[in-house]
Each structure stands twice: as C-alpha cells, then as structure tokens.
C-alpha cells in the first residue's frame, strides 16, 4: 500500500470510512499485554482497542468453542439495530475458505465482531491485502490474524502438484503457484504437507507484516499481525512461532 498521498487523499478516505461503516491461545501463548478493553463499539459488550486485549478476546472465544460453552454473543434485536450506523470490529481474519473453519464459530464471535477475509489456502492478492489494510487503516482494528488449519486442500494441492508436475485446472493454479515458495521440502508425504501449512501462515503473517502501512502501526504498538492454526481435530486455535 505504497500511493503517494495527494492533497484530496484525506477527504477521499474520510468519504470512504462514511460509505463503508454507515453514518454516525490463543491460549496463554498469545498474551500480548494487559491492556483492559475499551468501549468504542455500538453494542454493549466492551471492545478490544489494543493488540494484547483483542487476542485474548479470541483466546478466551475459541477456549467456549472447543468446551461445548458458546455464548453466540451480539445476536440480539438492539445489536443488529446499533450496529445499522456503524461498525467496530476489533480484528481482522485472514482464514482459508474450507467449511469446517468459519472464524466467527471458531472464536464464538457475533455480528460486528470480525472483519472476515478468505481465500483458499490464506492465498493473498490485492483485493485481499486492500481488504485487510481497509479494516486496519480506516477502522483502525488493532488485530490481523491469519489462521491456517489443519488438513488444508489448498495447501496438499499445492504440494501434490509439484510433486508431480500436473497443471491444476483453471484459476486454482494460482492457488498452487502462490504456495509452492511455501513448501517445505524437509519433510516427506503427509508431514510435508503438514509443515507447509505451517510455514504458509508464517509467510503470509510475514509478508503482511511488512507492507509498510502496515509495519508503521506494528511499530507503533498500534497493531499486532499474527500467525495460528487450527486443529480440526480437537477444535483449538494455536499461535504459530513468527
């Protein structure tokens, strides 16, 4: 996210915050801070404003999740009314498309919570980095997580296609393409396909984390980009090593 600013930039985001948000560890791993929450949202639960308290948010979301416990918060009649003049969600997704990892279930989030973005295998292209840099540029989310997951097809496919050098039909190609930097060539058969999913969120988070927009507010303390995974097997969310 690299425009040189214009002297018309700030109205033009300025119009553009208005159009889009409406008129007015995971675990003890992921800890960041103790910043208590703040209560800049338009529902009555407080809203994590720092990248310490939005991680716990999430942890202490997928800790009812995997328990059997979740409370399906910001559901309620008054929240989708409020939440009609505005929204503050207080991070970013970056999750893959597979059916069976839907952050807000994950997390046990409800309407306003999460921005969402998802693509297969967490691949990133510019309408998903402008999504992202929307959230925390013009929303000023605290939080960008990207959550790979255990068993990704994007991610075998990507593997099982190297390996044996067929061309993938259509646009998942690119999928593959994107991935295969990815690929962890250390390991062999199914640990090699479990090692890339890992090593793919780290290179995602990192590559995020460097786009210089972002990495100002990372700098700053404004903003934490963050790699997990989750296990399809015992539902938990885990945060990866950077």
């Known amino acids: 996210?690299?425009?040189?600013?214009?002297?018309?930039?700030?109205?033009?985001?300025?119009?553009?915050?208005?159009?889009?948000?409406?008129?007015?560890?995971?675990?003890?791993?992921?800890?960041?801070?103790?910043?208590?929450?703040?209560?800049?949202?338009?529902t009555t639960r407080p809203r994590p404003d720092t990248p310490g308290a939005a991680l716990r948010e999430l942890a202490a979301g997928n800790r009812r999740w995997r328990t059997f416990r979740e409370q399906h918060p910001d559901e309620t009649p008054a929240t989708r009314q409020a939440l009609v003049s505005g929204q503050h969600p207080f991070a970013v997704i970056l999750g893959c498309i597979d059916s069976r990892v839907p952050p807000?279930?994950?997390?046990?989030?409800?309407?306003?919570?999460?921005?969402?973005?998802?693509?297969?295998?967490?691949v990133l292209d510019e309408a998903v980095l402008g999504s992202i840099a929307y959230g925390v540029l013009e929303l000023g989310i605290p939080l960008v997580l990207v959550l790979g997951h255990q068993s990704c097809g994007a991610v075998r496919a990507a593997v099982e296609a190297e390996e044996s050098g067929a061309q993938l039909p259509a646009h998942i190609q690119y999928l593959a393409d994107q991935i295969r930097p990815n690929i962890d060539h250390t390991k062999e058969g199914d640990a090699r396909i479990d090692a890339t999913i890992d090593a793919n969120v780290r290179a995602v988070r990192a590559r995020l984390a460097a786009e210089p927009d972002l990495a100002a507010k990372v700098a700053g303390g404004e903003l934490a980009v963050v790699g997990a995974r989750y296990e399809l097997s015992s539902w938990r969310v885990h945060r990866l090593a950077d």
């Open 1 to 42: 996210m690299n425009s040189q600013a214009t002297p018309d930039r700030p109205v033009r985001r300025t119009l553009l915050r208005a159009g889009l948000t409406g008129a007015a560890a995971l675990g003890t791993g992921l800890a960041l801070g103790t910043s208590p929450a703040a209560a800049a949202s338009p």
């Open 104 to 122: 807000e279930l994950v997390f046990d989030q409800g309407l306003g919570d999460l921005m969402t973005v998802r693509s297969a295998g967490e």
